[in-house]
């Protein structure tokens, strides 16, 4: 490896006596050569999406940090730090609309690379709706029990992650089964920032909680959808926050997790862990601290932070999943089954310890999303497009 590195220093030092044919061009790799290359998108892509994991392969290198610069972008996602392991990364990037330039950096290798990114066409869009108790703290007040949308907030910032996640994990598993990048659009206001509504409820907390699951589901549900137009169009996702000032109050053994029909359902109870920020999702993924027992059940008594953070955004993209019309599978691996819990592995080569193990490599075949079957399902639904 050492001769192969200083023969790859060699070159790029004499760049003068390179053959006619090698480009100079640091995205044209050769074979052999150290380069960096990213393996799920070619240059220039166009993507409909703001959110894009850049699964990237290092040859002829294998540790370090890969930084990924948007030159871009003036983002706090701007620069991106990603683990090198065992020649592979991936980079959880945000783009500007238009074009995006990237500056890809992993020891002395570096690659050029661009994404252009247009918005959706798509006119059925998922729309994200806080939904709130009459007596809530978090209802502003008002009597007004209208859909109004939402100031930026810890629930606002963590439904614009998780759905923005959802949208990228929907792409990559649908091309990686070979049916292009296709996935949902979300709702968005004039300037292009996805949109979070406040629903306020008639009812107080108490009632709704004392509902059996499947009743409270239908009750919220009737309620949203009373004063939502464009219904036919639209897939909800509600988060229902119902949590109390000191959340010593509740417990997440009565948290609420249902979809079907074009609607979704979480208890904000589950997103406790969920990032604010595209910026802070790799670390979230790579927490192994330990969680409170109350949360050993959402977190497949993993124990961790990690584990909790991605069985419950895996829970919301199965919710979702319902909600654009697919059932349950006996398939583990599905996302449709207990295949949420990985979640994480749609973004990270690396997995922390946990209960279970003691820190894993993802699997370059770890994909993680539905199974074949599923996929095509999914393929059918009207919000799903290229
Ligand atoms: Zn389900």
């Known amino acids: 490896m050492t001769v192969v590195r200083t023969l790859a220093l060699i070159f790029a030092l004499m760049p003068s006596l390179l053959a006619q044919d090698i480009s100079l061009d640091s995205s044209a790799n050769k074979v052999g050569e150290s380069a960096i290359s990213i393996e799920n998108y070619a240059d220039a892509d166009v993507v409909r999406y703001s959110v894009v994991t850049l699964r990237g392969l290092v040859s002829n290198g294998d540790s370090g940090i890969a930084v990924v610069e948007n030159v871009s972008s003036d983002k706090e996602t701007r620069i991106v730090r990603a683990n090198v392991i065992q020649g592979r990364f991936k980079a959880l990037v945000e783009l500007v609309p238009g074009r ?17 990114y247009r918005r959706s066409f798509n006119e059925n869009v998922v729309r994200l709706i806080s939904f709130v108790p ?11 029990e209208t ?80 004063d939502s137009q464009r219904i036919g169009e639209l897939v909800f996702f509600v988060c229902f926050d119902s949590r109390a000032k000191n959340e010593s109050d509740f417990s997440s053994k009565d948290a609420i997790a249902l979809g079907v029909d074009s609607f979704s359902l979480l208890d904000a109870q589950r ?113 799903i497009t290229e």
């Open 271 to 383: 997103t406790i862990a969920w990032p604010e920020s595209i910026a802070v999702v790799a670390s979230s993924f790579s927490d192994s601290s330990p969680i409170p027992a109350i949360y050993l059940k959402d977190s497949a008594y993993r124990g961790t932070r990690w584990a909790l953070t991605a069985s419950t955004l895996g829970a919301g993209w199965h919710e979702l999943s319902h909600a654009f019309g697919l059932k349950h599978t006996s398939d583990p691996s599905d996302v449709m089954s207990r295949g949420f819990d990985r979640f994480n592995r749609v973004f990270m080569v690396y997995e922390p310890k946990c209960a279970f193990h003691d820190g894993l490599i993802v699997g370059e075949k770890d994909n993680v999303g539905w199974s074949r079957e599923n996929a095509e399902i999914l393929l059918r639904s009207k919000w």
């Open 134 to 144: 009459s007596d809530s703290a978090l209802s502003n007040g008002g009597n007004d």
């Open 100 to 116: 995006n330039d990237f500056l890809i950096g992993n020891g002395s290798l570096r690659l050029n690379f661009s994404l252009i």
């Open 147 to 226: 859909l109004i949308p939402m100031e930026d907030g810890e629930i606002v910032r963590k439904l614009v992650v998780a759905a923005k996640l959802w949208q990228t994990a929907t792409a990559e598993r649908l091309f990686d089964l070979g049916y292009g990048r296709r996935t949902f659009a979300l709702e968005t206001d004039d300037t292009g920032e996805v949109v979070v509504w406040r629903k306020r409820g008639k009812r107080l907390a108490k009632e709704y909680r004392e509902l059996p699951p499947r009743e409270r589901f239908n009750t919220i549900r009737r309620e949203v959808l009373e």
